[in-house]
């Protein structure tokens, strides 16, 4: 390698070097020094890992973790379900126009903010809002019926959110798979789920996989969601955090949730590309 | 060289003179307070410009803290959350009373924040803007709501609401005879009084539709009738009346809670010249009336109520008798670490099932 | 034997998509262990016909019976053949072995069954003990025979295959020609073939069909498809010709006198009875027919002679040629015999062609 090259390589390398280090691993080294320093009293901390016990002896707060995590593990799962049909029918059995439409459809929810989208949601979903007036009208309940404040808006929330992210990785990979292997299927006597199970999943799976990494996180980390469509015990752990940094002025010990919360979503994803036999830059890599 | 000297100075000087009293005036206050009206007579009056950030108590200190008190040169947290927030972050700066003009306020309110923002013998707080915190109730559908507790009156199931923070606590506390703020100096007590205010509001919880985050999510959930009674503020039920005569706020039996929010000078500030004149300009009797119509709420200025929209004292009048103003639980200073102790009590409520 | 019905059989099978009609009223017949091939121009609607063969489109009309029983409404899934697609599918996600015991899953086979009949079919191809390699470290010609046994591990009925020689190198392709056709013999299955290389066609195929615009212009063993056309298309398209556009000048009962466009004298035999005198035809003349002889070394009453000179020489080893210009200017290709004799050849010399006028194919013009 030449000298200017050379030149050429650092001068290309800084930026990413720059926004990995002053952008990503700085603030997290910064989080943790912040989580393992405990209040003794006003304005003196000593070094300790008295936050992470109190997480751990509390247990809204493991509860609330466990929670998020299963939550977004299912919130994941049905946005797969949900959006593999959409994927495979975009990707598969549209062509040109129609295709292209689809897939901006697919966008449109996301030409919003998110608040918007989530107000969207608590005016369809609300006692008095269109989904109940319509199953009044149409005499299928008696009374006004809420559909917010609980789980089920938040699931609903959350996939709405999220399903564009699984759908476009989705689409791409099996976009690649050529029409003729599922026609083989076929012609070598499989049924429709066979293929699918043999043929068509294996080979979307980097797709399915990146696409379930992108939602999980995506899940994991929402906040407005959560607050916004979910009841009085719909507790989310990002919820949590903010309690911890804004209202209770607890920064420390919202740091080593905050710190809990990484090291989690690094186990879910690391969980669950062992589990689907991947490694991470083939997934990255390839969807 | 000396004579050509001395005019060279005297023109500089006077160039310098408007220059330096044309600062930039960054704001961290509450919706309302800061009307455009209000900003835009107040940079023509003094050559400063106004940028202004809404937000609330929790997170102006929050802001603050993040940056030791730079980035804002005033904020208006309530009178409550001054003492502790200086004890423990030192994000603000004592006022200079020399600079303020004392006339403006009315004694009374001047002194008693004066009391409770003072840390370590200086003063940091002047008080600027008060109001209430009670019930808004659906008189007509709800209209056995007197106080705070008779939202766990099971003819309301599933629609009250109110929100899982402290004013919450303290407002049950005092419907349920009980003192909080005679307890904030006793740890003891107050943890006493909070694990009772756990029970009833744990039993309580199966009442509640939601418990309601922002201003207009309450709003909302009143004005479709989703919900019929809340704990809330004084300008909300008050709004809500305008459109709804059924909704009103109601001074609870056990009194309302009452808060001042005040002006602060945060530590690090860079502009103080144009935060003492915006402090001495909104105090002005026809300015203070132009917030309280736009923010709902009453001003310690004196005379501010003068110029006040004739509807919105009907409204005032109408939620608050002598004896019920008498009532009012006016917040005294939270001692640090008493945050602590009603979060671990609202965590709990929280996961209660 | 005789009585038992043909593997596959076609009746007035039609296929109409939006524009236009694919598939135009096909019939025919493949008995079984035959090998045989639809030959014809890309977009000529053979495709069309092996996927309703295959049971990937339906027919708009039509019937199309599988050892005499229809499978019109049978799903592919359900149908006794197995299909070899043109890139081969194989599954890129499975082994050698997994992809050539897929269909033997899907039809519940035992496992243990499963692996002694894959490691069968891969032995019968010539490919044992690849069961555990990944598809991509396998060489063309290996994927090829791996496609086949995957299918005729399931023992279909008929074996369709789809231009599955495309990709391969001309080495290749030679030579998987040879085997494929072994492979046919030794596995005694129908294989329908289709291609658009005669080539493969001819060397392979027990019948060929040649397909134009939808419809079939003949079906005959190789030597009949090539020697006596029974269309102009075929005649063209089966082979190298010389076409040569004449006017029928006399009939004298099965022999035509033709004047062609550049003035030369034509006489050939013909079987068609529509050609007269005044008819526009076109006369299909393969290379190999056509002799060189010394010039002057003709009997004086020889018909189809004529002068000329060698324009240029086209080497090409077994396939070497020359182009011979006539008197009248008309170009001719003459392939050179492969006996030696012809070494002497050299451009610019004078000769004399001859033909016999039997061995050239004539056809009325068509109407425009």
Known sequence: MSDTSRLGFYLLLAPILLWLVVLIILPHIGLFVVSISEKTGPRTYETGFGNYAAFFGEPLYWRTFARTAIMSILATVLTLILGFPIAYYIAKLTRGRTKTTLFLMCMIPFWVSELVRTFGWMILLRETGVVSNVLQYLGLVSGPVELLYNDAAIMVGLVYTSILFMVVPLVTTLDSLDDSLIEAGYDLGGSSTAILREIVIPHAKPGIVSGCIVVFMLSLGNYLTPILLGGKDSLWFTGMIYTQFITRFNWELGSAFGFLLLILSSLVVFLGLKLSGQSLSETMGRA | MKTALIPSIVIASALAAPIAHADTLRLLTWGGYAPEEVIAKFEAETGHTVEVTTSNNEEMIAKLRATNGGGFDLAQPSQDRITSAQEEFGIYKPIDMARVNAGQFIPSMLSATAGNTTFDGEVYGLPHVWGTSGLVVDTAKAGNVQDYADLCDASLAGKVSYRLKRPTLIGFAYSMDLDPFAAYGDPAAYQAILDKVEAKLTDCKANVKTYWGGGDEIKNLLRSGEVVASMAWDTGGWQLNADNPDITFVAPKAGALGWIDTFVLPARGRADDAAYDWINFVMRPDIAAMITNTAGNFTAAVDGDAGVSADLKARYQGSFDQAAIDNIKWYPPVPAGLEAMEGATLDRINAAK | ?368
């Open chain 3, 1 to 368: 034997m005789t009585d038992s019905p043909p593997d596959l059989m076609c009746r007035d099978l039609t296929k109409d998509f939006d524009t236009f009609r694919a598939v135009d009223h096909v019939s025919f017949d493949v008995p079984q262990g035959s090998f045989f091939s639809i030959l014809g121009p890309s977009g000529c609607g053979k495709t069309t016909l092996l996927r309703m063969i295959a049971g990937f489109q339906t027919p708009s009309a039509g019937d199309l019976q599988i050892k005499g029983k229809s499978m019109i409404g049978v799903p592919p899934n359900k149908r006794p053949v197995s299909m070899v697609f043109q890139h081969l599918a194989l599954f890129p996600t499975m082994n050698i072995g997994d992809n050539v015991g897929f269909g033997l899953r899907q039809r519940g086979v035992s496992k243990s069954d499963i692996k002694s009949r894959v490691d069968r079919v891969l032995d019968r191809v010539g490919l044992p003990g690849v069961t555990d390699r990944r598809v991509d470290q396998l060489s063309g010609g290996q994927k090829q025979r791996v496609a086949i046994a995957r299918c005729m591990v399931l023992e279909p009925d008929v074996l369709l295959l789809d231009e599955p020689l495309g990709a391969l190198d001309l080495k290749l392709r030679e030579h998987m020609k040879v085997e494929l056709k072994s492979l046919q013999a030794a596995f005694n299955t129908t294989f329908v073939y289709i291609t658009h290389d005669q080539s493969e066609a001819l060397v392979m195929s027990d019948n060929i069909a040649v397909m134009n615009n939808g419809t079939f212009e003949q079906i005959g063993t190789p030597h009949e498809v090539y020697h006596s056309p029974n269309t102009a298309f075929v005649a063209g398209f089966v082979g190298d010709a010389n076409i040569i556009t004449a006017t029928v000048t006399a009939r004298d009962g099965n022999t035509l006198a033709l004047t062609t466009q550049t003035g030369g004298t034509l006489s050939l035999e013909t079987h068609d009875a529509s050609l007269n005198a005044g008819q526009e035809t076109q006369v299909f003349l393969r290379p190999e027919v056509i002799e060189l002889i010394q010039p002057g070394s003709a009997p004086e009453d020889a018909v189809n002679v004529s002068e000329g000179i060698i324009e240029s020489v086209l080497f090409n080893g077994a396939n070497s040629m020359v182009t011979v210009t006539d008197r009248n200017g008309a170009h001719m290709k003459v392939a050179l015999p492969q006996t030696g004799s012809s070494t002497a050849v050299q451009k610019g010399d004078a000769v004399l062609t001859r033909w016999h006028p039997t061995q050239a194919q004539c056809f009325a013009m068509a109407q425009d």
